[in-house]
C-alpha cells in the first residue's frame, strides 16, 4: 500500500563539532550521530497500526538520504509548495543503517541565521533537537503493526523541537492518517502495469476511507466546566480528508479511461490488420470511425461494408480483364474510388 511517511525522532548528537575562526566567528559546525529514522514509530494510524522500519527497508533507502536538504521546521500542513531558501539549514551525510536506527552527520551551514542557536542547543541540550522526515513508501498491515516494506521518496529532512520513532521528526505525533494525494498520481503515472497501479491505489484509497472515526470526548461531570476544543480543527482535516479522496478518485477515473481507451484503439486496428484490407482502402476516417465505435459489433459491421465496396468494386473504363487474371489492387485514392463508380 502506498502511503505518506512523517516521522520524527530525538536527534541527540553523539558528537559536536564546531570550528571557530580567529574572530570567534562560526566557520563549521557538524553534528554527528544524530538519528534521522528510528524502527518503531510511537504514532497510531488511522487503521490502530503503527508503522514498524525494517533495517532492511532502511538500508535500501540510504541512497536516499545521503545528502538530503535539511530545513528548518514542518512544511505548513497541507502544503504542496517548494521550502523556502531561508528555511534550508544545511545536508544530511555519512549516512548509515543500524539495529537501533538510522543515522548519520547533520552539516549546518555556519552563515545560518540560527547556526549559533543550534551550535548552543547541541552542546548544551541535545535532548531538545529533533530530526523529521517527510518521505513516501509501501507497507503493509501486519497485526498491530504497519511494516514498511520500502522507502520510495524523501521529500525533506527537518531540523524540529521535538521529535516519534523515538519521539518522532515529522510524523510528529500526527501519524500517518493523511493519504498522500501526490504520492498516489506518482505511482499513477509511473511506468508499470496499469491494472497494477490502480490497485495499488484503490487499497490506499480504501485504507482511508475505512479509517475508524474518532472516538468523541467524555461528557463533562455535573459542575464541571470544559473549555471548547475548537471545532474547527476536526472541520477542516475532515474537509481536507475529503478533497483529497475526490482528487484521488478523479485521477483513479482518469488513469482508467486512458488505460481504457488505449486498450480499445489497439484491439481495433489489430480488427483493421485481419481484415487484410487494400492499403487505399482504410482511409484516415474509417480507422477513426472503427476506433470509435461503441462496441466491436459496431466496428466489426463498419469493416465488413468496407470489405464489401472493395469486393464489388469495378472499372469504369479500359479493356476486360483477360480470363484468370487477377485485377491488382488500386495503387491510390483515385483509382480506387473509380473502380467503385
Known amino acids: 500500500m502506498l502511503i505518506h511517511l512523517q516521522e520524527s525522532v530525538s536527534a541527540k548528537p553523539s558528537r559536536v ?8 566567528r ?3 559546525l557538524v553534528l554527528e550521530g544524530v538519528k534521522f529514522l528510528g524502527t518503531h514509530s510511537v504514532n497510531t494510524n488511522a487503521d490502530g497500526t503503527k508503522n514498524e522500519y525494517p533495517t532492511a527497508t532502511r538500508k535500501a533507502a540510504l541512497p ?3 545528502g538530503v536538504s535539511v530545513y528548518l521546521n514542518h512544511r505548513a500542513p497541507g502544503s504542496k509548495a517548494e521550502r523556502g531558501y531561508q528555511e534550508k539549514l544545511g545536508r544530511l551525510r555519512e549516512v548509515r543503517a543500524e539495529e537501533s536506527g538510522s543515522y548519520g552527520s547533520l552539516h549546518v551551514n555556519p552563515r545560518h541565521p540560527l547556526a549559533e542557536q543550534i ?3 547541541a552542546e548544551n541540550a541535545p535532548d531538545s533537537l529533533g530530526l523529521s522526515h517527510d518521505a513516501n513508501g509501501t507497507g503493509r498491515a501486519q497485526g498491530r503493526s504497519r511494516l514498511i516494506e520500502a522507502i520510495t521518496k524523501v521529500n525533506s529532512v527537518d531540523l524540529v523541537s521535538a521529535g516519534a520513532t523515538t519521539c518522532s521528526l515529522f510524523e510528529s505525533r500526527e501519524g500517518s492518517r493523511m493519504l498522500d494525494h501526490k504520492a498516489l498520481l506518482d505511482t499513477l503515472t509511473a511506468e508499470g502495469d496499469p491494472a497494477e497501479k490502480i490497485a495499488k491505489a484503490v487499497e490506499a484509497l480504501k485504507s482511508v476511507s475505512e479509517a475508524p472515526a474518532p472516538t468523541p470526548a467524555p461528557a463533562p461531570a455535573a459542575g464541571e466546566t470544559k473549555e471548547s476544543e475548537a471545532p474547527a480543527e476536526t472541520g477542516n482535516l ?6 483529497e479522496l475526490d482528487d484521488v478518485k478523479t485521477a483513479l477515473a482518469e488513469e482508467r479511461a486512458k488505460r481504457e481507451t488505449a486498450e480499445r484503439v489497439a484491439q481495433r486496428d489489430a480488427l483493421l490488420a485481419e481484415a487484410k484490407l487494400p492499403a487505399v482502402a482504410v482511409t484516415d476516417l474509417l480507422r477513426e470511425a472503427v476506433r ?14 468496407r470489405k464489401r465496396l472493395v469486393a464489388h468494386q469495378r472499372p469504369v473504363s479500359g479493356p476486360p480483364a483477360q480470363s484468370g487474371q487477377a485485377k491488382a489492387d488500386p495503387k491510390t485514392v483515385d483509382e480506387f474510388m473509380a473502380r467503385l463508380g
Open 17 to 24: 563539532r564546531v570550528t571557530r575562526d580567529d574572530s570567534g
Open 26 to 28: 562560526l566557520s563549521a
Open 64 to 66: 536516499l538520504y545521503e
Open 119 to 121: 551550535a548552543w542547543d
Open 238 to 243: 475532515t474537509e481536507s480528508l475529503r478533497k
Open 292 to 305: 470509435e465505435a461503441k462496441d466491436e459489433a459496431k466496428a466489426k459491421a463498419l469493416i465488413e461494408e
